[in-house]
C-alpha cells in the first residue's frame, strides 16, 4: 500500500459550506495532484503541485484552491461548496523525474446537498 | 489535444481465463508513455503496467501483458490466469514527454469482473 492519506473518506455537507479535504504523503515526494473522479468518468487532473510554495491548475476548471506548504501536505479548499461539486477526489504523489507512476491516496467522495 | 478512449465500460471473466481490455488514443506526438492503472473497490488506485512508445517490445508484468500497435494508437491489457483479486475498475491512461510534470490523461475505465 502507498503511503498516501486522505481525510477525510466521505463527506456530507449543505451548500455554502466551506470544506478542505486533507493529503498527507509520508514517501517524500516533491510532486503532488489532485484528480476529480466522476461515477463512470475518467480521472480529471485540475490541481499540481512540483513542491513547496508551487501550486498550478490543471487541465479541468475548478473553483477549489490548494496550497502547498510542507512537502509532505497538499489540501484542497472549496470556500463555498455546491451541489456541482459532487464527485470524489483523488490526491497522488509521485517522485521527481518523469516516470507516470502515480502513488494515489484512498479518495474523498464528497456529497453536497 | 489527446484522447485516451476505452469502449468496453464492463467486462467479466471466469477465473483462470484470460480477458483482454482494449484502449485507443488520439495524439500527434511521438514520444509518449501509456498505462493502465487499477482501481480495486474501495482502494487505492496502483499502477498495473507501463509502455515507453519508443520500444517496440510489449511490456509484460506477470500476468499482465500488453499489445501496443502504435500505428493505430491502441494498447490493449491482457490479463492471464485471471484472479479474483483482479476484480477492480482498470484505467487506459497517456502521457507525453514534456516538461517534468507527470500530467496523465485518463480513459473512462472498464469495470472488470472475475466470477468463480
Known amino acids: 500500500e502507498a503511503d498516501i492519506y486522505q481525510t477525510p473518506r466521505y463527506l456530507v455537507i449543505g451548500t455554502g459550506k466551506k470544506i478542505t479535504l486533507e493529503c498527507s504523503q509520508t514517501m517524500g515526494h516533491d510532486k503532488m495532484y489532485w484528480y476529480q473522479q466522476d461515477p463512470g468518468m475518467e480521472l480529471h487532473l485540475i490541481h499540481y503541485s512540483y513542491g513547496v510554495n508551487s501550486t498550478e491548475k490543471g487541465d479541468l476548471s475548478s473553483e477549489s484552491t490548494v496550497s502547498r506548504i510542507r512537502t509532505e501536505h497538499f489540501p484542497l479548499t472549496l470556500e463555498s461548496a455546491r451541489p456541482s461539486h459532487t464527485s470524489q477526489y483523488l490526491c497522488a504523489s509521485s517522485e521527481w523525474g518523469v516516470t507516470g507512476e502515480l502513488f494515489f491516496g484512498e479518495g474523498s467522495r464528497l456529497t453536497v446537498l | ?116
Not at chain 2, 16 to 45: G, H, I
Open chain 2, 1 to 116: 489535444a489527446q484522447t485516451v478512449t476505452q469502449s468496453q465500460p464492463e467486462m467479466s471473466v471466469q477465473e483462470a481465463e484470460t480477458v483482454t481490455l482494449s484502449c485507443t488514443y488520439d495524439t500527434s506526438e511521438n514520444n509518449y508513455y501509456l498505462f493502465w492503472y487499477k482501481q480495486p473497490p474501495s482502494r487505492q488506485m496502483i499502477l498495473v503496467i507501463r509502455q515507453e512508445a519508443y520500444k517496440q517490445q510489449n511490456a509484460t508484468e506477470n500476468r499482465f501483458s500488453v499489445n501496443f500497435q502504435k500505428a493505430a494508437k491502441s494498447f490493449s491489457l491482457k490479463i492471464s490466469d485471471s484472479q479474483l483479486g483482479d476484480t477492480a475498475m482498470y484505467f487506459c491512461a497517456f502521457m507525453k514527454l514534456v516538461g517534468n510534470t507527470d500530467k496523465l490523461i485518463f480513459g473512462t475505465g472498464t469495470r472488470l469482473q472475475v466470477f468463480p
